[in-house]
């Protein structure tokens, strides 16, 4: 074999280029404490929810990161708000990062909408994709417009970190969706996201890896990296919580 065969044999295609996403949940708002659906109601963040995002821009001025995108709800732009100070950054607002539109839902319980639909609740927890809150956007739709736009920013920001802040329905659907999970399965497989915690994937060409799950997390004044232990369930991921149904 000629040297200038075995160099051009040698030489391989260039590597793909990935986006490290760094997704947040927004901080706590006034309507958790009674665990009321928010969704495209623009309801403010909560004393705490403003101590959780101080935490993640403390965070986020820690490690690195390039960009940062919000939705365009006011909870999700003010959580983004000290990450983007301590960085000398301007978000990015996108109203594809909305979260779903809960329908008749929005500003009330499960417990409040069962008692008055209890088949439709009950349907509701087999499978929340099939059947949705009367009135409220297809989670179908939702994933895929949350999807896409999460490809959109990896593609405009290759090889950099970027910080997404959203909300917890459509995030859960999103990674579902580029998890290859069933959407179906989102309730169940993903109970809850924290409240300011991050998410970090790495999206290659269009296509998504769960690198990690740790982030900043607020809990009776203080702060760390996973959160408080007791808060956890046993062996599972720091992001997921389990104390209420949404």
């Known amino acids: 074999m000629s040297t200038t065969s075995m160099t051009h044999s040698a030489v391989s295609p ?11 949940r927004h901080g706590r708002t006034v309507w958790h404490a009674e665990n009321r659906y928010a969704g495209v109601s623009d309801v403010p963040l909560a004393d705490e929810g403003h101590a959780q995002a101080e935490a993640l821009g403390r965070w986020a001025a820690a490690h690195p990161v390039d960009a940062v995108w919000t939705s365009t709800l006011s909870r999700a732009v003010a959580t983004a708000e000290p990450a983007c ?5 301007t978000a990015h607002r ?10 008749v839902v929005e500003g ?10 209890p088949a439709r609740a009950k349907a509701f927890r087999v499978d929340p994709v099939s059947y949705p809150f009367p009135e409220a956007e297809d989670p179908r739709t939702a994933a895929a417009r949350g999807a896409a736009v999460l490809r959109r920013i990896g593609a405009a920001h290759h090889g950099e970190r970027v910080l997404v802040v959203a909300h917890n329905t459509l995030l859960r659907l999103v990674l579902c969706s580029l998890l290859s999970i069933p959407l179906g399965e989102y309730r169940r497989v993903l109970p809850r996201l924290r409240n300011a915690a991050i998410t ?3 999206m290659t060409d269009g296509a998504a890896a769960l690198v990690s799950n740790t982030g900043p997390c607020a809990s009776r004044g203080r702060f760390t990296l996973e959160g408080p ?7 599972g991921p720091p992001f997921l919580r389990l104390p209420r149904e949404r």
Do not use: I, K, M, Y
Not at 85 to 89: F, Q
Not at 108 to 117: G, I, K, P, S, V
Not at 229 to 235: C, D, N, Q
């Open 85 to 89: 100070r301590a960085l000398g950054l």
């Open 200 to 202: 970090e994937l790495r």
């Open 14 to 24: 260039a590597a793909s280029v990935s986006t490290t996403l760094l997704l947040a």
């Open 108 to 117: 009330h319980t499960l417990a409040e909408f069962e008692a008055e639909n």
């Open 229 to 235: 232990r007791e808060s956890r369930p046993r062996g």
């Open 94 to 103: 996108e109203p594809a990062l909305r979260e779903c539109d809960f329908g």
